[in-house]
């Protein structure tokens, strides 16, 4: 069932009158991992800025509509929008250390987001909020609670960030190179994190990435992304094995086959 629907999304520059999204369409569907393939400047995270009615001062959506559930977001009133933005449509980035507030606690970021959308309040958003730490993997939830983020590890911060992104249960989650500023190691336990939740929650992802390995790993279907348009979608491992625009081709022949290249794949 499909449950995002990107149709022909063209962003333009007020400024300088460029273009840096173009005639962008794509769908995802329930329980689906979408990712979005590209290099730095491509349009990826762009595009989840528009899904979330976040673009920047200075840039315009002159083209196109995105709907959610068969409602097209770029027709809401902002208010409306609060209704949708982090709680049915969630987001993760890519460095939680810059993305959480180090003035509160990790679990007083939890508990906001509850206290907000869900209407929990004392102990009830305190315990949901120790749940969602503990489905997220981290250890001792209760005593992480009262962690700063600077406190935790680079692994737990984004464990972290995960919680407070499903803390309203959405039906939709982004994430945004969400892998890229940790280890291998780590990255793949936050992939392996990502894939369980999809299934345990039937929870629709898009995962927007430059990584081929982490992307082959963790992708049912792949949009390609080049110089602000979509060039090619497909299933992940046809992508990967037979891609058919000369951009995939090249991108696939330029990665390194290095120890982490496609180490997720293998």
Known sequence: MEILKIENLTIRNKKNNTFLLKDVSFTLTQGEILGILGESG????????????????????VKGAIYFQGRNLLE??????????????????????????????????????????LGLKGRS????????????GIPEPEFRMK??????????????????????????????????ALDPTLQLQVLDLLKELNKKRGLSII??????????????????????????IGESEKIFTEPSHPYTLSLLFSYPRSPKAYSYAT
Not at 216 to 223: L, W
Request: hydrophobic share 45%; glycine share 8%; proline share 5%.
């Open 42 to 61: 491509s349009g990826k995270s762009l595009t989840s800025l528009a899904i979330l009615g976040l673009l920047p001062s200075g840039l315009e959506i």
């Open 125 to 136: 958003a305190w315990d949901k909020a120790v749940e969602l730490l503990s489905e997220v």
């Open 76 to 117: 809401l009133s902002p208010k409306k929008w609060e209704s949708i933005r982090g709680w049915k449509i969630s987001i993760i980035l890519q460095d939680p250390l810059t993305s959480l507030n180090p003035l509160l606690t990790i679990g007083e970021q939890i508990v906001e987001g509850l206290e907000v959308h």
């Open 207 to 232: 995962f927007i990435t430059h990584d081929l390995g982490v992307m082959r790993y963790i992708a049912d279907r792949v949009v390609v992304y080049y110089k602000g348009e979509v060039v090619e």
């Open 147 to 180: 962690s700063y983020p600077h406190q935790l590890s680079g692994g737990m911060r984004q464990r972290a960030m995960i919680a407070i992104a499903l803390a309203c249960n959405p039906m939709v989650l982004i994430a945004d190179e969400p892998t890229t």
